[in-house]
C-alpha cells in the first residue's frame, strides 16, 4: 500500500468543529501513523454529499502537528473557491508535511502553491466523473488537466516536479 484516500471526512465524523473533527479522525490516523503512507484528503465539496465544513481543511493543522510522519495530500485545492484554496495554502506553508494537488484547480491558484510552497509540494491530478461540469468540455478531462499546468506558466523543471517527481518521491515510486 501506498497511500490512503481519497476518504471523506463524513465517514469518520459527525462534527463541525475543527478539533473535534481531528479528534474523531485520530484512530485512523494512528493506524496510517505506522505506515507513514500519505493520505489523501478531500477539499471543498464531493458529489457524495459531504458537508462543506468537512471540506474546508481546518482540521488539518492539528492532524498534521499531531503526525509530522504522514504526508497529508489536500486534493483539489479548494477547487477553485478562494477562502478554501487560501486555508490550503496556509497549511502548506505552516506545515512541511502537507502537499497540495492540482485536481479541480484553477492555473492560478496552481502556479501560486508552487511559487509559495514550491513544486516539491505540489502534484498533478486529474479527477474521474463526467458529471462534474468542467469534465463536459470537449477536449476531455486529461487534456484540461494538462492545460492547467500550462496556464501556469511554470518552468520546465516545476513541470517535471509536478507531473512526476514530487509523486515519485512521496510515494516511493
Known amino acids: 500500500m501506498r ?39 478531500h477539499t471543498a465539496w464531493t458529489q457524495f454529499g459531504t458537508r462543506l465544513h468537512h471540506g474546508i481543511p481546518m482540521f488539518i493543522d492539528d492532524l498534521a502537528e499531531q503526525f509530522p510522519e504522514i504526508p497529508f495530500v489536500l486534493t483539489k485545492m479548494g477547487r477553485g473557491y478562494e477562502f478554501i484554496f487560501e486555508i490550503c495554502l496556509a497549511l502548506a506553508t505552516k506545515r512541511d508535511n502537507v502537499y497540495l494537488d492540482t485536481v479541480h484547480s484553477p492555473a492560478a491558484h496552481v502556479a501560486r502553491a508552487i511559487r509559495d510552497v514550491g513544486a516539491e509540494r505540489v502534484i498533478f491530478g486529474t479527477d474521474w466523473d463526467a458529471t462534474w ?30 507531473l512526476g517527481k514530487t509523486a515519485a518521491a512521496l510515494y516511493g515510486i
Open 3 to 41: 497511500g490512503f484516500g481519497e476518504f471523506s471526512v463524513r465517514t469518520f465524523s459527525e462534527e463541525s468543529d475543527p478539533v473535534r473533527i481531528a479528534r474523531d479522525l485520530m484512530p485512523v490516523m494512528e493506524i496510517i501513523n505506522e505506515y507513514k503512507i500519505p493520505v489523501l484528503i
Open 133 to 162: 461540469r468542467p469534465l463536459n468540455l470537449p477536449e476531455g478531462i486529461y487534456a484540461r488537466s494538462m492545460a492547467v499546468i500550462d496556464e501556469a506558466g511554470l518552468s520546465d523543471d516545476e513541470k517535471d516536479q509536478v
